[in-house]
Structures are given as structure tokens and as C-alpha cells.
């Protein structure tokens, strides 16, 4: 966990951004977890702008929730290992999806980053004071799974997503 940091998304970044973006695309992976939707906006500056707006509560857009989005940097190369988006609260959309999302890079998965980043992002869930968060993964998710009780994840239940997948609903206590 010392190798890894969580560093806010900028200009700076963006080729080491794209790049996240593009290895996962490579396999055919569209969907990037944690990202606050940089894999559907094709201008990286104007995913700089939505995440910065929905970082303060005055500009957040209304059907989203304060959020915070970072990149997990490895520091001994200053690699992009993956991102967390973590909402400082629920609304009813949410409540299918839980306060913290997380990805890691393909190339980088199956190396114990998952759950160092889960750990920092409840680091960081405690700073802004939350006392409780809920998580989700799908049901046949089993890696996340164990990597949520890990993090001391309660099971509270399932529910139908949307998409028509069981997710499983967990709770940490912080």
C-alpha cells in the first residue's frame, strides 16, 4: 500500500489516462469501474470539467451526488493502476451501485491492488466522514466479493440491477 497513491485527475495526466482507457478498451472492457464515466466522454478535458463540477456540492449536476475521483498511482513509476470515484452520499440510483466504485487495470489485476485501493478508499470515506459505506458487486463477482468482506464488508442482500444481474449489497462500518 505504500507504493500506491491516490492523486486527483489533471491536465497532466491525461496521456497516462488515455492510455488506462485504451488497454481496457483492448479487450473489448467498456465499461471502466471508479472512472466517473471517462470511458463514455471522448474529450478528456471535458471529463476534467464534469468531475471537477460534481466535486463541490454548489456544482454537482442535480441527478448526481458529491464525489470524489481519483487516480491509484503506483509511485515507483508513476503508473495508472486503476481509479475510485467515491460519493459522499447515495441517491436512488446509487443505491444499486454503493458509495465507492473501483477499477483496476487489466494488466495490473490479480496483484493485491484491488484491495489496497478498497482500503484507501475507506481511508478516504472516514476523512470526509462518513460513517458507513455501502458497496456492490455483481453475484457471480467472486473476487470482488471476497475483497469487500476483506475490507470487513457485511452482507446485507441482493437486488435486481437494472441491467437484470443480482448484485450483492454490502455494508462497512468505518
Known amino acids: 500500500m505504500d507504493d500506491l497513491e491516490l492523486i486527483k485527475p ?21 465499461e471502466l469501474h471508479g472512472s466517473a464515466l471517462l470511458d463514455k466522454i471522448d474529450l478528456y478535458s471535458d471529463w476534467l470539467k464534469i468531475i471537477e463540477e ?10 448526481w451526488v458529491v464525489a470524489s475521483t481519483f487516480f491509484v498511482v503506483r509511485k515507483s513509476d508513476q503508473k495508472i493502476i486503476g481509479m475510485i470515484d467515491i460519493r459522499h452520499s447515495l441517491n436512488d440510483f446509487l443505491r444499486n451501485y454503493g458509495h465507492i466504485g473501483y477499477g483496476v487495470r487489466p494488466s495490473e489485476r490479480k496483484k493485491g491492488y484491488a484491495t489496497q485501493m478498497l482500503k484507501m478508499a475507506l481511508d478516504y470515506a472516514r476523512q470526509i466522514r462518513l460513517s458507513k459505506v455501502m458497496l456492490a ?17 457485511i452482507f446485507e442482500k441482493e437486488i435486481l440491477h437494472p441491467n437484470g444481474k443480482i448484485v450483492q449489497v454490502y455494508w462497512v462500518t468505518l
Do not use: M, P, W
Request: glycine share 6%; net charge negative; proline share 0%.
Open 10 to 30: 489533471t491536465t497532466t495526466l491525461e496521456e497516462a489516462a488515455l492510455e488506462y482507457k485504451k488497454e481496457h478498451f483492448d479487450i473489448g472492457e467498456y
Open 137 to 153: 458487486c455483481y453475484k457471480g463477482n467472486q473476487a470482488s466479493s471476497k475483497i469487500i468482506q476483506k475490507c470487513n464488508g
Open 54 to 63: 460534481n466535486s463541490n456540492e454548489k456544482t454537482v449536476h442535480s441527478d
